[in-house]
């Protein structure tokens, strides 16, 4: 099999998913390839807690780190045929958490529309393959099915990424659909295709940014047929950190090199993502929060580049390089941002180096990089 940067979860956790579904064999909607117990225990893990199955035990790991009430509701709302909206600022998992849900629901995640200002209502009902139809006419064999149709009609899970960026009249297709469970097809009227029913087991996930939620509102009729879920950054910084660490060392490695970033360095980018995402240092000092986005995505993908200019780029110390890429996150909306990181460093960072922090004297002296 040609190599993935990134397997989808439903192959890289294949394993699990098979020991799940073998070791509770206990009631599940139609359709589900795991009972809503399991599938909670697949999104959440088992709390290291060994699992007991026919093959034997074994510790499902946690894959969405975040309240696991949370989950449960998400995994009941699906369970009911409730469409499910999970709405958070960006970078908070909403679209990891949707994959998840769907690979232990169904057994893929791939039924999935990226919505865009581009998007169109084909995209959501149906299209035409045009050369098929210029050749023999409508027919159910030029008919281009939808994600959404073809989950309607396997009973599997659909997902639409960033709703609210789609176009109103784009996003009004939905509401029949989520209501009346089928797509007409008029162009087939009159064949056994003109109308796709949905079979028992379909439900959809959707997920929409807080901070595009201006772009394109939802309608008050689209509202109703979704269950609302916020997905909150992480609150526990011991659960970010090691986050953040296993996902930079799986990236560098991703890239042929070794992970080779000391725990301190991760340690110290971590809280100060924190402070400026809070506008609160961990002491209770205030910082003022800059428009970027500092979240747990952003965390990772600095930690990563870290790691791999420590790989490739060997010499100066990593923790010199984390005032040039802050510098890169926080300038991503908003160049007067700039400002505001830099008074973070004469603020909370300054008074941890005068306390004498190592890591923050060392990085304090590093001040002069955001007056570039």
Not at 62 to 79: H, P
Not at 92 to 104: D, G, I, P, V, Y
Not at 178 to 186: K, L, N
């Amino acid at each position: 099999m040609t190599a993935r940067q990134i397997d989808p979860p439903e192959h890289r956790y294949a394993d699990e998913l098979a020991f799940l579904a073998a070791a509770d064999t206990g009631p599940r909607p139609p359709g589900w390839r795991l009972t809503p117990r399991a599938v909670v225990t697949f999104v959440a893990g088992s709390g290291g807690t060994p699992v007991d199955g026919a093959q034997g035990r074994r510790v499902i790991e946690a894959k969405f780190v975040g309240d696991r009430a949370l989950v449960e509701r998400c995994v009941v709302t699906l369970a009911g045929e409730r469409g499910l909206l999970l709405v958070g600022e960006p970078g908070t998992a909403k679209s990891m958490l949707s994959e998840l849900l769907a690979a232990a629901i169904c057994g893929t995640s791939a039924l999935a529309v990226q919505g865009t200002a581009g998007t169109t209502e084909d995209q959501l009902r149906y299209g035409w393959n045009y050369a098929l139809l210029l050749a023999k006419g409508p027919s159910t064999e030029s008919l281009v099915p939808s994600p959404i149709l073809t989950a309607m009609s396997t009973g599997a899970v659909a997902r639409v990424e960033e709703i609210t960026r789609c176009l109103p009249e784009v996003q009004d297709a939905l509401v029949s659909i989520m209501s009346e469970r089928r797509i007409s097809v008029p162009e087939l009227a009159g064949t056994d295709g003109a109308v796709g029913y949905a079979v028992p087991g379909f439900c959809l996930i959707a997920t929409a940014n807080l901070r595009d939620r201006g772009v394109s509102e939802m309608s008050a009729a689209l509202k109703r047929r979704f269950n609302f879920e916020v997905v909150p950054p992480i609150s526990d910084f011991d659960a970010e950190l090691a986050l953040v660490t296993r996902q930079a060392r799986a990236a560098v490695e991703r890239g042929g090199a070794p992970f080779a970033v000391d725990d301190a360095v991760l340690d110290t980018l971590v809280t100060a993502f924190r402070d400026l995402r809070t506008g609160q240092s961990a002491e209770g000092w205030e910082v003022e929060r800059p428009s970027s986005v500092m979240s747990t995505a952003e965390a990772v993908a600095v930690a990563a580049s870290i790691g791999l200019s420590a790989a490739y780029l060997p010499g100066p110390d990593p923790l010199s390089l984390l005032p040039g890429h802050l510098l890169g996150v926080v300038r991503k909306d908003d160049p007067a941002d700039a400002a505001r990181l830099l008074a973070y460093w004469d603020g909370a960072l300054r008074r941890r180096a005068e306390a004498g922090a190592r890591m923050w004297r060392q990085l304090w002296e590093h001040r002069d990089v955001l007056r570039d």
